[in-house]
């Protein structure tokens, strides 16, 4: 029956997960299983205007009110109540294959927004965009590859040549690596997880924050994507290896394995482990953007849990028989799965809704496609975490 489907496919993690199922379940708390707090399920299903409801089919409507009004609640640099009839320039990592490339596609279908896909293989991405179905004149590849600050750097200079106002970053591009027995670096030396997850990013928006200072668009976002795995508050989060970075000591050491440890706590190399790890950077980075300059510069700073979105490739590094099982285990057992599709149309709302301009906010969405306010974990909620990592991110990536 089910159960012995779940412990099966437990066991193919590495680390064994068929007997961690009722661990999980005794380390979750019942308020956000699921990564959805009940409560917070309930009041946006009954229509609080706090946590208002988004369904996935009222996008195109959102964005349209967008470009006809300022947004509310955020310091535009533009004149108030002038309307903006240009199109929004949106930067997305990653965008050659699964949650970017539906993101980009959803976004440049509105006729909205030209989607800039940063991206590692060029060829990949054009050819990606051109199996979408994405009008020519809405998007344009450029070429970053977040393995080495030397490409950030170089891509940074690229988009400032092409003139284009920046409006919108997206910094969604991920590696995983569940089965690797060994660490790979990049090209500074950085454990590859969490060098291109974190650090590439980290560097990339730093640089770019002063493009979306310089815009005139009334609503400029810096959004990064997160992950339920990394919040050890949900069922998911539970699942070992558990996200923990511990007191950064590796991280401090340089990553880097020339005798420091390559995973962020200082312990032994885990992929898995280093993904999620990577993934609370990603949030605690968007707080302490949020903290330093949502104040001065009105940019929205948000992160986002999707949705489990099985098929995309993220998991190419897994084994086959994960690659087959997980899809119908996220279905039919967790009910956790969203298509590419849907999860691109989630990501989108972030980018352009209207009424998604609060910032340093964790996005999830319920069942009901629903977005509402999540609550992060402890640790990826942690302030003073948060500050260290910004500052040991800043010599790692040569800011400080
Ligand atoms: P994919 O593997 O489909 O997409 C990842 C993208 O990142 C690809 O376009 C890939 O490029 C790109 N990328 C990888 N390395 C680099 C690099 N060095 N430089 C530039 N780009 C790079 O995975 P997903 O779409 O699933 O992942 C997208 C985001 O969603 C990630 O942040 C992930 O953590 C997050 N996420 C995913 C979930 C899921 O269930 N899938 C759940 C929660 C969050 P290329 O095409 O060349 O390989
Ligand atoms: Mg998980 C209860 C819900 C739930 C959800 C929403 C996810 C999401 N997962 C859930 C439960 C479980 N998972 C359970 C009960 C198990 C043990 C059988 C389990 C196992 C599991 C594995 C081995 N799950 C995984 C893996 C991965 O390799 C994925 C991972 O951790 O990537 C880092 C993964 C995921 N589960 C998710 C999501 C969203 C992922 C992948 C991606 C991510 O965080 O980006």
Partial sequence: GASGFVSSFGSLSPQGGASLLGKANGGAKDSAFLGVSLSETMK?????????????????????????TTTPGVKSSAPEGKKTLRKGNVIVTGASSGLGLATAKALAETGRWNVIMACRDFLKAEKAAKSAGMAKESYQVMHLDLASLDSVRQFVKNFRQSGLPLDVLVCNAAVYFPTAKEPTYTADGFEMSVGVNHLGHFLLARELLEDLKASDYPARRLIIVGSITGNTNTLAGNIPPKANLGDLRGLAGGLNGLGGSTMIDGGEFDGAKAYKDSKVCNMLTMQEFHRRYHEETGVTFASLYPGCIATTGLFREHVALFRLLFPPFQKYITKGFVSEEEAGKRLAQV??????????VYWSWNSNSASFENQLSEEASDPEKAQRLWQLSEKLVGLA
């Fill in 44 to 68: 946006s299903d009954f229509g609080s205007s706090v946590l208002r409801s988004h369904k996935g089919n009222n996008l195109s409507a959102g964005i349209r009110a967008q470009t006809a």
């Fill in 351 to 360: 980018v352009s809704d209207p009424s998604l301009t609060k910032s340093g």
